[in-house]
């Protein structure tokens, strides 16, 4: 090989390696911002899961009191139902006696009439 190849050879050598470089560089430099922005999900998710334990607590907060508050309404109706029991109990009771009371009557008056016919 005669030293003009050589020369050339070396040029081209150097021209491509000089690109590689420059794409190194700027490889280098994405790859930064790359970090950079990974950092900041990372923060902004790290945020994120504050939130979202944040909301939670809450969740849980305004279940338990729902929880609560269910309990109460249950409790109340069962007492609600309790009285309708009772009262509907007392009505049975008094509807039978009325019942009795009016036979009675009835018996009574049918004997008069029938005195009273014959």
């Known amino acids: ?10 040029r081209h050598f150097n021209v491509v390696a000089e690109g590689l470089r420059s ?3 700027g490889l280098r430099s994405e790859v930064g911002e790359l970090r950079s922005e ?3 999900l990372r923060s902004e998710t790290q945020g994120l899961r504050s939130e979202v334990g944040e909301i ?6 305004v279940a338990e009191g729902l929880r609560s508050e269910m309990r109460t309404l ?3 109706l069962e007492a609600t139902n309790g009285r ?3 009262i509907l109990t007392r ?3 008094e509807f039978r006696d009325m019942r009795a009371v009016i036979r009675l009557s009835f018996g009574e008056l049918d004997k008069r009439i029938r005195v009273l016919e014959s």
């Open 1 to 10: 090989m005669d030293s003009e190849t050589v020369e050339e050879i070396k």
């Open 23 to 25: 794409e190194t560089q």
């Open 38 to 40: 990974v950092g900041e």
């Open 56 to 61: 939670r607590r809450h969740f849980n907060v």
């Open 74 to 76: 249950a409790e109340g």
């Open 84 to 86: 309708i029991d009772g």
């Open 91 to 93: 009505m049975a009771e």
